[in-house]
């Protein structure tokens, strides 16, 4: 007699498709199997872009993207959600439709506003309707500083500064660092009941493509398998640096995170 083998955690992906396979949802699907979980991609946009930048996107339609994942919903127990780009204020509204049906499932929200190289990824209104609607339901915001910037509208400010306009906003807020010139990267949780968490680690050389990515889908992962946050924060960090430490240049621009072992599929 066969025994049925477990379900891993389904995790609801929503973001856009990046062609060079560095970041977007083929990030989120291998660093969420390298975490034991299953990923379920709902395409939010198509963009045109390589490991240098993006040139241009296109928004879905609406009720194609609600379609996608009503279906997924329908079918299959979604333990978390992570958002990536979603690069306008209607797929903000969608986003907010569908976690009426998931209301117990933690939302990691990756508020992907420019690409690595520095194009545009959303309208200027997006970050706003994040901020004022999406960022309240989520468990968790991962921006990078640059993208704390906007979401705070202050055109400078360190992460402190970020985080007193954001925290009113949102339960969690991990302000990633790595974007100065320092010998080590500093990585800040803030927490709304005040507790604050610093995860230092080393800076290592070059830029890379799709790092925020891997990060939230690492941690959507985590939740998903029912690890307590700070405790999941910091394996999504260590996690996604290793990643970077042994990241690969398949084209012409930035680097890419390895996120599953070149033995995976031997």
């Given amino acids: 007699m066969n025994i049925p083998t477990p379900s891993r955690p389904v995790v609801l992906c929503l973001s856009g498709h990046d062609p060079s396979g560095g970041a977007g949802l ?19 946009a198509l963009t045109v872009q390589d490991t240098q930048d993006v040139s241009d996107f296109r928004v879905l ?9 009503n279906k997924v919903i329908a079918d299959m127990p979604v333990s978390a959600v992570k958002l990536g780009m979603l690069g306008s204020v209607e797929m903000v509204d969608t986003v907010l439709e569908l976690m009426q049906r998931l209301e117990h499932a933690p939302l990691v929200c990756d508020p992907v506003l420019r690409a690595g190289g520095g194009g545009s990824l959303g309208k200027d209104d997006v970050g706003y309707a994040m901020r004022e609607r999406l960022l309240p339901v989520a468990r968790i915001a991962t921006p990078n500083l640059p993208e704390a910037r906007i979401l705070a509208e202050l055109p400078e400010g360190d992460a402190d500064a970020c985080a007193d306009k954001l925290l009113p906003y949102c339960q969690n807020l991990l302000i990633t660092g790595g974007h100065g010139d320092e010998s080590e990267v500093h990585n800040r949780l803030y927490c709304r009941d005040g507790q604050q968490h610093t995860f230092v680690c080393q800076r290592l050389p070059g830029s890379y493509h799709g790092s925020g ?41 930035q680097y890419v995170p390895r996120r599953l072992p070149l033995d995976f599929c031997s």
Avoid: F, K, M, N
């Fill in 213 to 253: 990515c891997t990060l939230a889908s690492t941690l959507a992962g985590r939740l998903a398998l029912g690890e307590e946050l700070v405790s999941a924060v910091r394996t999504a960090l260590d996690y996604t640096w290793r990643t970077l430490r042994d990241a690969e240049q398949p084209g012409h621009g």
């Fill in 61 to 69: 339609d609406r009720e194609w993207v609600l379609a996608q994942a």
């Fill in 26 to 44: 083929q990030a989120d699907i291998e660093a969420l199997i390298a975490q034991g979980c299953h990923a379920a991609p709902t395409v939010t």
